[in-house]
């Protein structure tokens, strides 16, 4: 095989990664209180980056050709997103501004009231989100204080 071909497959795939994460900055935009969260130098489009290659990764099913994500699907690509997340933040000292952004948005929607309600396996991640979210938050608040104390 040429190395034209090569090429065309690597840019196909990555104009296929943009147009999903395109999708998926849609549906998060679309929840107006999600905005506010975006205060600082990253982006929605950043976050939804991110998810959409951590979802291509480990479940590329969720990123079926749709124009739409309905509420469902969007909670199960935050969810494994969330999960990858705090997974690769632990290894940081430090997690980034989009890892931050990535758990807090994740967050939003697990907390959101969904009408109709989300069917009972979607109820069970909400929780799961959101118990996630409160044991890093922990783990953020532990080692600020641990470095803290270090310093005396």
Request: aromatic residues 6%; glycine residues 4%; contains cysteine.
């Amino acid at each position: 095989m040429s190395d034209k071909f090569h090429y065309r497959r690597a840019l196909s795939g990555k104009w296929q990664m943009a147009e999903h994460a395109k999708t998926v900055e849609s549906a998060i935009a679309m929840e107006a209180l999600v905005h506010q969260y975006f205060g600082g130098a990253t982006t929605i489009g950043a976050v939804a980056n991110r998810i959409t290659e951590l979802v291509l990764a480990s479940q590329p099913e969720l990123l079926v050709e749709q124009h739409d994500i309905e509420p469902g699907r969007l909670l199960q690509m935050l969810a494994l997103a969330a999960q990858s997340t705090v997974l690769s933040s632990l290894e940081e000292e430090h997690p980034s501004q989009r890892s931050m952004l990535i758990l807090t948005v994740a967050n939003h929607f697990a907390c959101k009231q969904y009408h109709p309600e989300l069917e009972p396996p979607l109820q069970a991640l909400q929780q799961q989100i959101q118990t996630l979210h409160q044991h890093w938050q922990n783990l953020l608040t532990q080692r600020r204080a641990s470095q803290r104390n270090m310093g005396r």
